[in-house]
């Protein structure tokens, strides 16, 4: 994609969260072809001898500088991870080809796709399994030094990319990778904020299936405005989840049970209790409505349906005694349930 070069004035701002072994990959990448990445480290700030440092980080910020300048210099936006150069402006061409897509699910496919015909070194597919949805890598050739960077920045690619199309979070359910947890490991946890697994037959991001079907939400404008800086996609968090609400509500309606709580819900959620109040105001909603609203409806339907006794119905709709069912009820009723049931 089309980027301008970052702004080198402030790179050190911000914490030190990126693996070093990334940015050592690039510089494989430049030695292959007999180039010297000195001038790219400089750009990023980052002193050479740091590459051999197991335990160095880098800011977001120098992250960016140094692919934006190796992309630059090599003429390789996939900075030589696959068995050919990707020239300048090639995932800017795929992220246009997807743009027209009606829906999230359309847009993924037809990247992955498109992916195949400029680089047959991976294999990228999108697969669902119920309510779970697998952007999934297969290395058709052997990456060798390059297999962790060409990992992490395809599917950090594709992911922000498809958070930007539909404007919201895609939260990660897990992620894996086919090579042995590198000593950097705890980096993860900040690359792709979910649990993941190393040492799997293949690279996978997962996320709930919901997302598929939303409708793409930006437009040629947008795209334009996006091209002129596309690297931080990759490192941008999204705030707004336009399925949280649904999420939670399918939560609490398929597990009232083991949903008790925003601890409870928000660990279900890969996220911590805090965030998820403050995404669900976002979204103008609170987790107590949404409780009331499904433990209601659920409520109505078994006591209206069928002949279950009363201390049963308020056990399936997730209270743990009676009597605390029998006063949210008629809180929500003005009815007792037995009156309900009669009405």
Not at 161 to 190: E, G, K, Q, T
Request: hydrophobic share 45%; charged share 25%; proline share 6%.
């Amino acid at each position: 994609m089309a980027n301008a070069l970052p702004d080198t004035a402030d790179l050190h701002t911000g914490p030190a969260l990126t693996p070093m072994a990334l940015v050592k990959a690039m510089a494989l990448a430049y030695r292959a072809r007999g180039m010297d990445p000195s001038g790219a480290l400089a750009q990023a700030q980052i002193p050479p001898a740091r590459l051999n440092d197991p335990r160095a980080r880098i800011t977001a910020a120098q992250m960016e500088a140094v692919s934006y300048a190796a992309m630059r210099e090599l003429d390789d936006e996939a900075l030589g991870c696959f068995e050919r150069a990707l020239p300048w402006g090639s995932y800017g061409l795929l992220a246009r080809a997807s743009l027209s897509a009606p829906t999230l699910g359309v847009a993924l496919k037809r990247w992955c796709r498109h992916h195949g015909l400029l680089a047959q070194a991976i294999a990228l597919s999108v697969e669902v399994a119920g309510e779970r949805a697998e952007i999934v890598l297969r290395q058709v050739r052997d990456p060798g030094p390059m297999a962790e960077l060409s990992a992490v920045s395809v599917l950090r690619n594709i992911h922000g990319l498809a958070a930007w199309f539909i404007d919201s979070r895609i939260p990660l359910l897990d992620a894996r990778f086919p090579y042995a947890a590198p000593p950097h490991v705890a980096a993860y946890a900040v690359l792709f904020d979910a649990p993941s697994r190393f040492g799997a037959p293949e690279a996978a991001i997962a996320f709930d299936a919901q997302y598929l079907a939303l409708p793409l939400r930006r437009d040629e404008a947008a795209m334009r405005q996006l091209l002129q800086r596309a690297l931080p996609l990759t490192v941008r968090s999204y705030r707004r989840d336009r399925l949280l609400v649904q999420r939670v509500r399918d939560l609490l309606a398929n597990q009232p049970l083991a949903a008790h709580n925003a601890d409870d819900i928000a660990a279900r959620l890969h996220t911590s209790a805090r965030t998820l109040h403050r995404q669900l105001k976002e979204e103008g909603a609170s987790l107590q409505a949404l409780k009331d609203a499904v433990r209601r409806e659920r409520a109505s339907q078994l006591l209206l349906r069928t002949n279950r006794p009363i201390k049963q119905v308020a056990e399936a709709v997730g209270f743990r005694n009676e009597k605390s069912f029998i006063r949210a009820f008629r809180a929500w009723t003005g009815h007792s349930p037995g009156d309900w049931r009669q009405r």
